[in-house]
T-cell receptor
Framework: DTAVSQTPKYLVTQMGNDKSIKCEQN?????MYWYKQDSKKFLKIMFS???????INETVPNRFSPKSPDKAHLNLHINSLELGDSAVYFC????????????FGSGTRLTVV | DAKTTQPPSMDCAEGRAANLPCNHS???????VYWYRQIHSQGPQYIIH?????ETNEMASLIITEDRKSSTLILPHATLRDTAVYYC??????????????WGAGTKLIIKP
């Protein structure tokens, strides 16, 4: 019973393509997030969604667009992929006001060639 | 930028207590200290968090100094499976930031047999 699941686990694609990464959580959390971990291993937040509203957008290029069909899902769509987009992308969820911490997915390793 | 500083790496013998230090000298009164770890190729895992008092759970203990400018995560009986990067994070709590966690480089803890 995976709490936060992401698909695919690995994604290799060519520059210029459009791709999506899916994320689902079954924890009943009210907020979901996307993080990017680059080659230097720093984790940086990209987006979060709370009750279907985007509440953080940290200077991410507009080629990246989060889509949340419901509270349990937050997908990441990327247009016109670039070499610099290669990284590991993590989905996470939390209950914003409870302070119990984030639950992360296992990550999607995106490689743009 | 991360509000914490941690040593880049540490070693610990299997079965001994691992003590991971963290400095957060600019922490404000309503900010919590969170600890996460990331085992190779996995998503970050929540360990523990605290505000002022020392905290203990099934995974670890968190010791926060009286002035709250530093803390120590203690893994009481380290095992090989505890080898990971450990992140000490100060939780930014504001409407704009939506409790986002700002991640630093962490401490790579290596447990040796």
């Amino acid at each position: 019973d995976t709490a936060v699941s992401q698909t695919p686990k690995y994604l290799v694609t060519q520059m210029g393509n459009d791709k999506s990464i899916k994320c689902e959580q079954n924890l009943g959390h009210d907020t979901m997030y996307w993080y990017k971990q680059d080659s230097k291993k720093f984790l940086k937040i990209m987006f979060s969604y709370n009750n279907k509203e985007l509440i953080i957008n940290e200077t991410v290029p507009n080629r990246f667009s989060p889509k949340s069909p419901d509270k349990a899902h937050l997908n990441l769509h990327i247009n016109s992929l670039e070499l610099g987009d290669s990284a590991v992308y993590f989905c996470a969820s939390s209950n914003r006001d409870r302070g119990y911490g984030y639950t992360f997915g296992s990550g999607t390793r995106l490689t743009v060639v | 930028d991360a509000k914490t500083t941690q040593p880049p790496s540490m070693d610990c013998a299997e079965g001994r207590a691992a003590n991971l230090p963290c400095n957060h000298s600019t922490i404000s009164g309503n900010e919590y200290v969170y600890w996460y770890r990331q085992i190779h190729s996995q998503g970050p895992q929540y360990i523990i968090h605290g505000l002022k008092n020392n905290e203990t759970n099934e995974m670890a203990s968190l010791i926060i100094t009286e002035d709250r400018k530093s803390s120590t995560l203690i893994l009481p009986h380290a095992t090989l499976r505890d080898t990971a990067v450990y992140y000490c994070i100060v939780r930014v709590a504001s409407v704009d930031s939506n409790y986002q966690l700002i991640w630093g480089a962490g401490t790579k803890l290596i447990i040796k047999p």
